[in-house]
């Protein structure tokens, strides 16, 4: 292929990854899960550096 329609091909696809960003993150709905809105929380996460010698 020649490189400026690989150029082309490349700024098309960017503009297309641009404006389906936009589409999906306008609706905070597509992207949140309702647990997080009925609980105003995330879920509980376990430190990684957690080095007490019990398993967790």
């Given at each position: 292929?020649?490189?400026?329609?690989?150029?082309?091909?490349?700024?098309?696809?960017?503009?297309?990854?641009?404006?389906?960003?936009?589409?999906?993150?306008?609706?905070?709905?597509?992207?949140?899960?309702?647990?997080y809105?009925?609980?105003?929380?995330?879920?509980?996460?376990?430190?990684?550096?957690d080095?007490?010698?019990?398993?967790?």
């Amino acid at each position: 292929m020649k490189k400026e329609n690989l150029k082309r091909i490349i700024k098309d696809l960017d503009a297309l990854l641009t404006e389906l960003k936009s589409e999906v993150y306008s609706d905070p709905e597509s992207f949140v899960h309702p647990w997080y809105e009925q609980t105003g929380s995330a879920p509980k996460s376990v430190p990684i550096d957690d080095d007490d010698g019990y398993a967790d």
